[in-house]
Structure formats: C-alpha cells, structure tokens
C-alpha cells in the first residue's frame, strides 16, 4: 500500500517530536507499505521567518517572501530524513526543485499545477521513506512559490492524487472529525466517516480541521482522506464519496465568529443596485457572504449582508467612498458582534424539516435569529456571538444526541 | 563594469549589516555597474543548523546535512533582496537551482563544474542587482551540495569566470592582504597588489584571507580578484597574475602553529621504506607537510615529517598499527609545540640569497631551526611554537621594512 502522510509544524516542533513522527512512520514502513511524508517548517519558524522579514522591508516583494520562508520546510524533511536514518531506516529529503512541483505563478498563493512523480517513484522503489516539503511549489520562472494558508495538506493530497497512493493521512492534534468543537459541545463526538462535501461546509465554516483547497482536491481525483491525531494510535475519520452505512441526517455543527453584518439602509428601490453595490466589494476582493434584501417600500429597500469580520473596515471604507455617486443611500449599519452557527449533513438533501427543526431548537434556548442562509446539505444562521454557546449545544443536542 | 561582490556570514549577521552590505553594492549599481551579489550563511547560522543536526543524528548522511546547510544561504539572499528593494532598487535573489550551479557528486566537499549564465544575464539585463547563494551547488541527481571551506569565495570566483566579469571583489573584516598577521607583526603592511601564486603560498601557509581553491580558480580562468574591507572604503589588494612595479623580493610573512612534527627513528635503510611509510599515511588521508630523511648510518635511517596538528594522533595510531610488521623501527618521536614560518615572494625566482637572510634574522633573534623546506616562491622553517611572534617580527623587518 501506498500511503502519503501529512504532519503540521507543531507535530515536527523539536528532536522528541521529529522522532515521534519517525518511529509511526516507520512502523508502516516495516509492514511493507510505501511511505511518503509531507512535511510542514518546525514550530514557529514560519512566523519568526516572516517577522525577520518584515524587520527588514515591510513591503517585501512576495517573491523574495516565499523565498525565504520556503527555507523552513526544507530544515524539517533534512531533519526528518536524519532522524529516520537514526532509527536504521533509508530516507530521502526532497523540496520542490527536485520532486519538481509546478505551480501558478502567484507567489503566496499559487496553485499546484503539475507534478513530476519519477523522483518519487524511484526512491520509493530503493525502498526509501521519502520526505516532501510541504506548502511550496515551482513556478515557470523557476521561482518558489507558496500554496497560502493549509498548503501543506493541498500538497499531501496532490501528492496522493498524482503518485495515485491507497490513501492520505492527514494528522493533527485532534482525533478527526468532530460532530462539533469539543471545546464548545460537550456531547461533541467523533465521526469515523464523512463525506468530502460535508468536509468541505465544515471546513468553510471555520470547523477547519481540513483546508477548503486540499478537501476539493481529494474529492475531485477521488483521494481517500483520513484525518488522524498525531498524538495517538486511533482511528481518526475518513472522508470519502460515499459513506456506507444509511446517512446520518446532520453530520456536524460548526460556528463561525469571525464574521460582521452590514445593513445599507434606504438604498433607491431601482434594478442594477445590488450589482453596483457587490462589484464595488468584488473589485476589492471583499467577500461577501449571507446576503439579504428587504421588500422595496416608499422606494427604497435595504440590503443586509455578512463579510469575514478581518475584511470589515474595508467594506464600509469601500461603501463610504462611493455613498455620495453611485450608491444612493440613507445609512451604513455596523454589527461587530454576530456568529453564524450552521449544521452540515448530506441527509439533509432526501429529508424536509431539518431547517425547521434547527429553529426550534434556537427557539427553545431564546436565540434569536438575524439571518439565515441554506445549501443542499447546510443551514446557517446569523445569531449574536454571545449566544454561540448555547445556541450550539441546543443545536447539536437536538440532532446528534444518539 | 560587471562586478561580482562575496560577502561573508559575518558582514550579513543582522539587520543593521544588511542595510550596510545593501547600501555599498548599490552606490556601485547607481554608477552604472552590472553587479552579483554572493553571500553565505548569516553570521553562525550554519553552525547552528549543524548542531540540530548532530543531535538528531550524529552520523548524519552528509546528503541531508548538505539539504540542511543550503537553507542558510537562501535565507541571506532574500533578505538580501528585500533590503535592496527597501532601498529603492530592483533585486532578485537566486540559489543554486534557479542558477543551475552544477558541481560533482561529492556531498560536503563539491567541486563546481559549470555554471549557467541565462537567468543571471536575464536580471542584469532587467537592471536588477543579483544575489546568489555561496557554498552550495546541485549534483547530476539533482540533489543539493555543498563546497566545504572557503566555499562562498570559490562560488563568487567561479560566478566572476563565467560571467568575464571585470572583477571579483572579496568583502573581509581586514583592508586587504598584510605583510605579515597585524596582530603578531606590528610594523606589518598592506599590500596594494600581490600575484596568484604567492596569495595561493600564503592562503596554504595559514594566512588564509582567501581559500587556496578560489585563488587556484581565480589563476585559471584570469579573473580579476580584489580582497577589500567590508567595514570601510580604502582599496584593498589586488590579486593578478604579473604585477606591474618592480617585484618585491619577499611579499608576505606567513605563520602556520596548527603543525606537529613526528620522528620515526631507526628505520632499516632498504628501499622502499619511505614508500611504505607515506603510503599508509596517505591511505588514510593524512597529508604530510615538510619532509626530511636521515643519511643512513649503521643500517639504519630517520624520517621527519610535519602534519596539522588536528592530524597527530590518528597518523601516530596509524604508524604504531604497521610498527610491528610493515614498517620497522626503533621510536616514533612526537613534538606538539613547532610552528611554520615562512616568507613568500614572486622576486625570490631571481635573486640568490634569500633563504641566507631568513636563516640570518633567525640567528640574530636566537631561534632554532628545526627543518627547513622552500619553493621557488616561498621558504619555510619549523621552530619552536614559543618563538613565533619574535621570529615573524625579526623576518618582516630584514625584509620588508622600508
């Protein structure tokens, strides 16, 4: 079996850890399995590479950027490959030069384009266990380039997708896939199966065991995903197309806090307002999010919408400037304090009421519900931050209560 | 003018220095010059890396050490670029995969075998300053290597061949070569111009401001070498290959107290003897400096030989293995405390004399000499290590006070 593991930066922070990761790895190398890690840079040492960036030019170009921090995946498979030699094993060390991982020329964010797997394959069949930096890729320019935030996993997937492994272990430090944030629910339980679509409303929902970009890879080459703890032998969860067993109705509750509301009040009640007012945003990059339009009256109407809470300033600068030309409006309103607590479950498509049934439960607990919003296998809700809580717990006791 | 300027891990150990290195190769750069920067490691950066190294595994493959190492290098380069960007100027930094630095296979110790010069003349040509990474290269498995001591000197030689560049300027903590070491020496004096073979005689005899390697490559392809401060603007020395003054007689003082001598006495006087006894040492890579041989007397003679003092005890241990069978004699004698004294200079072809008067400063000064060994550009004696300073001082005056 071929089998593409992923560990973090926390997972390869020191000597004791590097090890740790070496001895599991190696324990399924030794039942005859191929082995290819992907590996994160140790710790901190992303950040404290940005900082002394920043030290010395607070506008470095992204290219020199992703230069220097491409550095810091390379330090962990060295260390890496060291280690599991240590322990008698034969190991490699490659970085994206010599797998050769094509990407888009986007520094900081570029995409996996293509991927050269005759290195690979040749060190596998020496029977080597070969280490691959994560997170970084070649560009045309034969520049370095990085994947942006949860590359490492995108560069895992991709690796299981092009060497066609049996399947790709991400691992973190939690056991996998939780119906909602042990943290927050405490009847939260783990999941041993969920599909790629759910994953992908989860993750989107800032449940993010998972980055957005490694789920929709896996799903689309048909990549077997398990999330597994870096820090014990259990199961974890598997994510695939198809779970086996009938479906769970709703698979998992997530909340998102780092969200905002805007309301555009008194806007003229005429058609091509709403597209002026989201390509303003557009243009600037601005994500917008649950969208709401009241019912025109006395010629004007409202629009309410929510964008990431970090993007906030910016949308209203972006509303502010073009209030007094193209965007007629009586009033810009502001609400910092809101979260969107949602349930994902593929059951929902076949089965009516789970919407009606989430509301009830809010109900019940006095949450009041200030927008809503609906996929195929989602509902979301806009409530007050400070009813998160509880408003999760309702949720998740009414559904995932076996 | 295309100038290729090499900076050292001290000139770049932090913030402050880089601005300081960014800022002299950008006056060059505004006066119109084509210039390449290379730089190793950040102050001790590698030696860091070596430690983490070491502990995880001391017996690491010297593969992965060299995978390691190269991140230091890299890290110089970007923040190099990012510095010179702050400052207002393009720049791009390049390791040695973006160059194509291809060198033999040999991990911690390569040679380099050819450069491309396309993405190099390509940013010049942008108007952009490039900033390579010292010390490293790829093999033919495309797999990191790097140069071993003085290996950033040689990679800025080697870039300087392969791009006719007009110079090469080397960036010390001194203001070029010295008569003799300052700080031993006090009426010691800069040289303004020295030839390729009498800095290759005193880079071998310990007064190392450049690796004989890059001197060597430097004689070879004709480049243009110039040894400057990187703390301030005086010219520096210039090293070419015939100078244009009349030729000093004796250009340099040189001491060397990393040198142990072994006697092995009573030797049978056949044939064949001194054979057996440099070819063990050699086998073991063990390189003999100054050698002397007995006349033979009652069937039996002496060898003297000088090695580095860190090479003492495994050439006794290998003399003491063969004492019994190969290589029969009476005693191995050991002296710890000599050093190596010599002078060096292209006039000492043509003038007759020259060893008379070093031995005759010796003499004046009380020193013993222990064993003689010359050159055609160079005489050296062994003393005792207690008399350098008085027997360097003595030389440098019969010679080059003025």
Redesign the interface.
């Known amino acids: 079996m071929l089998i593409v593991k992923k560990f973090g930066g926390s997972s390869v922070a020191d ?1 004791e850890k ?2 740790n990761v070496a001895k599991r790895c190696i324990e399924d190398y030794q039942k005859g399995n191929d082995i290819v890690i992907v590996l994160s840079a140790m710790g901190k040492t992303t950040d404290h ?1 940005l900082e ?2 920043r ?3 607070p ?3 992204k ?3 992703d ?2 921090l ?2 810091g995946e ?2 962990s ?3 890496m ?3 599991i ?2 322990l008698g094993v034969p190991a ?2 490659l ?1 994206a ?2 797998v050769a991982m094509h990407t888009t020329s986007a520094y900081g964010n570029a995409r996996l384009k293509r991927i050269d797997t005759d ?1 690979i394959k040749n060190e596998l069949e020496n029977k080597r266990i070969v280490i691959v930096t994560g997170f970084q890729g070649i560009n045309k320019y ?2 370095y380039t990085t994947l942006g935030r949860g590359g490492s996993d995108t560069t895992a997937v991709a690796l299981a997708a092009a060497l066609h492994a049996d399947k790709c272990e991400i691992y973190t430090d939690v056991d996998g896939v939780y119906t909602a944030d042990p943290r927050i629910v405490k009847n939260a339980k783990k999941l041993n199966e969920i599909t790629y679509g759910e994953m992908l409303e989860l993750a989107s929902l800032g449940a993010g065991v998972l980055h957005n970009r490694s789920v929709e890879m896996a799903k689309k080459y048909g990549v077997q995903l398990v999330v597994r703890s870096s820090l014990n032998n259990s199961e974890g969860t598997v994510v695939k197309e198809e779970i086996n067993m009938e479906k769970m109705l709703v698979s998992g509750v997530a909340s998102d806090k780092n969200t905002a509301r805007i309301a555009v009040i008194g806007l003229e009640d005429q058609p091509g307002v709403a597209f002026k007012l989201f390509n303003h945003l557009a243009r600037h990059n601005v994500n917008v999010d649950i969208i709401l339009q009241s019912v025109g009256r006395d010629g004007t109407k409202d629009i309410s919408f929510t964008v990431k809470e970090d993007d906030l300033d910016e949308a209203v600068a972006i509303l502010e400037r073009h209030r007094a030309t193209s965007l007629k409006c009586q009033k810009i309103d502001v609400e910092r304090d809101v979260a969107k607590v949602s349930i994902v479950g593929a059951g929902m498509m076949t089965n009516a009421g789970v919407a009606a049934k989430m509301f009830e439960a809010l109900y019940d607990v006095g949450v009041n519900i200030k927008m809503i919003s609906t996929s195929e296998i989602r509902v979301t809700v806009l409530i007050d931050e400070v009813h998160v809580e509880k408003a999760m717990n309702a949720v998740h006791d009414k559904f995932l209560l076996s």
């Open positions: 000597k590097i090890f590479l002394q960036a030290d010395i030019n506008k470095a170009s290219r020199e950027v230069m220097l491409t550095t390379q330090i498979v060295a260390l490959a060291m280690a030699n240590a490699v060390s970085n030069f010599q290195r034969d520049d």
